[in-house]
């Protein structure tokens, strides 16, 4: 079977950094690249662990663009450090990396990618908040007849907010670029907190994670340590939740979840909600779907999904 080809807008960030890892090792994927935004750290800091991880995996032929620095229209949002660390990588030191990311920007770079590629050819997978996308979609609107589908971690139609009380972080960060990519006529997966916070990564899956040996698995268990910590102190959880790496999981076997289609908005006025994501459940015909919404997931098979992509990890 021909490898899917893949782009990924991401802000690594720790259960970035493990999408990302299990990404590039991903024998039924090809990436082909990597677009960089703010929201767990600065996309200074982003690009670097970007660049870093893409060399970790072994994987320079994978260019990264840096991306967005704040959302649309609105200030930016402080970033996610209590979570993620200073570095986004939960304080563990990569080093500078030796490669660069591109002159060109991820807006831009986005567009010449997508229109490059034969139609239908290219997923996307959405990790950060959306504002690469929104603003390649405004360069260029005609890239949604050309991309396959995209996958976005985010929003929670049926759960309350990590960020807030009502909304998800990658919406929050910037609601107006959500909305924009949910109502593009591309085919849109939103894989969010509905089904990511059905899984929980415990100390018992840790000391597993430690046991493998491998430089990336050594690494993943020494940055997710940090997250583990910050979610007993902030959640008092005793186990940290699979974000990111379900949306991956989600383009690697879709069986392991349940989906609606769905119209969902994005709230963008109230001073409180802004980022919530609501979803039309009635099916109106005045409201017709805009987004494909994972609802439920089969959480034990997904996590032994997950270890079994992270034991082939070097």
């Not at 893949?6 to 990597?34: F, K, R, W, Y």
Request: hydrophobic share 50%.
């Amino acid at each position: 079977m021909t490898p899917q080809r893949l782009l990924i807008d991401t802000d690594p960030g720790i259960d970035d950094a493990m999408a990302l890892l299990l990404a590039l090792d991903a024998p039924e994927l090809a990436v082909v690249a990597l677009t960089t935004v703010f929201g767990n750290a600065p996309t200074a800091t982003t690009t670097q662990n970007a660049l870093a991880l893409v060399e970790m995996a072994m994987r320079r032929d994978v260019v990264v663009a840096r991306g967005a620095e704040g959302p649309l229209v609105r200030p930016a949002l402080e970033s996610a450090w209590q979570f993620h660390g200073r570095n986004g990588l939960g304080e563990v030191d990569l080093g500078p990396p030796r490669g660069e990311a591109i002159a060109q920007r991820a807006a831009p770079f986005l567009v010449e990618r997508i229109m490059a590629e034969a139609a239908g050819r290219l997923v996307l997978l959405a990790l950060g908040p959306l504002t690469n996308l929104a603003l390649a979609l405004r360069i260029e609107p005609r890239i949604a007849e050309r991309v396959a589908r995209v996958v976005v971690m985010g929003g929670a139609v049926n759960r309350a907010g990590n960020a807030s009380a009502a909304a998800e972080a990658n919406t929050r960060n910037d609601p107006e670029a959500a909305q924009i990519v949910f109502d593009a006529p591309w085919p849109v997966t939103l894989v969010g907190l509905d089904v990511t916070q059905q899984t929980l990564f415990t100390d018992e899956q840790m000391a597993w994670l430690a046991a493998l040996g491998g430089a990336q698995s050594t690494f993943l268990h020494a940055a997710h340590r940090y997250y583990l910590d910050a979610y007993r102190r902030n959640k008092a959880l005793d186990g940290f939740h699979i974000h990111d790496a379900s949306a991956l999981l989600y383009l690697l076997d879709p069986d392991l979840f349940v989906t609606r289609p769905l119209h969902v908005e994005v709230e963008r006025h109230s001073p409180i909600h802004f980022g919530m994501t609501v979803a039309d459940w009635r099916y109106s015909p005045a409201q017709p779907p805009n987004v494909e919404v994972c609802v439920d997931v089969q959480a034990e098979p997904l996590m032994r999904a997950l270890k079994k992509r992270l034991a082939r990890l070097k």
